[in-house]
């Protein structure tokens, strides 16, 4: 499939913002706990959420580039029973409502007790909307995994670990987000975000070449013998279908070829997973925020070409009609 740079820009951006969201929260929950020494000041997760709204909304922005209609984008929400592209669409925005009502309530201090457990334990409101968040967040993972998960004819998407991969990915690049927020503010939680971005990096890594090995073992169902009905022995294409180029011999093929689905392959695991982890073993223990930030920098680019790979190595079946010319 033919990559197109909006969708790689809308599920990084809002990956990485859905990351940074869940982590502000986990880091809130491990001080309200009693793991961590100290509490954080409403104003450090204030501004954390702007930071997760920026991306957030950046990713709004750049879908409005892949829709032919944009006025007409709210009819895409009117199929949320049975669509997954129309769950996105409605969890989006309630993601951004829990990112602003989560950061104001630190903004303002507002954070009454709204429940007490019998160990002295307080839920306090600004945690309550947290976990809502981290909820909304969680789901919306899901539901732009499955967009792709459930289109069954393309077999490199129709798994599992599109979804798992999808989550993931971002939470390990909303982590490191996190993390090097927390250290250019000097927070205390700097290393607790550090230590989880670098254990979801390495899983994400796992996770993801666990798909790149299945993918190239993956047996297409479609043959040119099921597509035409003739079961012959032998049977050779020697035609294209088109005179010259058409919708179908563009929008289907990636760009460059299998040499740059493999290169970028390999680009991506580096920069995207092995790099920044080293990063962020580096920045461990009053390291550089600089570290932290290359890290993240490293991180983001490499996933946009993991994102790009994602879509390239999608061999849609109408391919089987539209190859090379003999």
């Known amino acids: 499939m033919k990559p197109a740079f909006s969708v790689l820009f809308l599920t990084t951006l809002i990956g990485a913002g859905q990351g940074m969201l869940v982590a502000l929260v986990t880091g809130q929950f491990y001080f309200v706990i009693g793991a961590g020494a100290g509490r954080e000041s409403g104003g450090f997760y204030a501004i954390g959420s702007l930071v997760a709204l ?40 309630a993601v951004i409502g829990a990112a ?45 995994g499955m967009i792709y998960a459930c289109v069954r004819f393309i077999r490199e998407w129709a798994s599992s670990w599109t979804v798992i991969n999808y989550t993931l990915m971002g939470l390990a690049s909303g982590f490191t987000l996190a993390a090097t927020y927390a250290a250019v503010m000097k927070s205390p939680m700097r290393d607790f975000l550090v230590g989880d971005a670098v254990s979801l990096t390495l899983l994400a890594l796992t996770t993801r070449a666990v798909q790149v090995w ?18 012959h022995d032998r049977i050779r294409q020697i035609s294209q279908g088109f005179m010259g180029q058409s919708f179908n011999t ?73 190859q090379g010319r003999a």
């Open 100 to 144: 602003v009502v989560y950061g104001g309530l630190h903004a303002l201090g507002w954070s009454p007790v709204l429940l007490t457990f019998s160990n002295g334990k307080d839920l306090e409101l600004t945690m309550a909307v947290g976990f809502l968040a981290v909820g909304a967040a969680l789901l919306l993972f899901v539901c732009t």
């Open 54 to 93: 920026a991306f957030l909304g950046l990713g709004l922005f750049a879908s409005f580039f892949h829709l032919a209609n944009p006025q007409r984008a709210w009819r895409s929400a009117t199929k949320w029973k049975t669509s997954w592209l129309a769950r996105e669409v409605l969890l989006l925005p």
């Open 214 to 231: 299945r993918n190239s073992r993956v047996k297409q169902r479609s043959t040119l013998k099921s597509a035409i009905g003739i079961h």
């Open 250 to 322: 563009t929008e289907f093929v990636a760009p460059g070829g299998p040499e740059t689905v493999r290169g970028l392959t390999a680009f991506f695991l580096l920069a995207g997973f092995a790099l920044p982890a080293v990063l962020l073993v580096a920045g461990l223990r009053g390291g550089e925020p600089i570290l932290l930030a290359t890290a993240f920098v490293s991180q983001y680019l490499g996933l946009l070409a993991e994102r790009w790979v994602f879509f390239a190595s999608g061999k849609h079946v109408q391919n089987l009609y539209y």
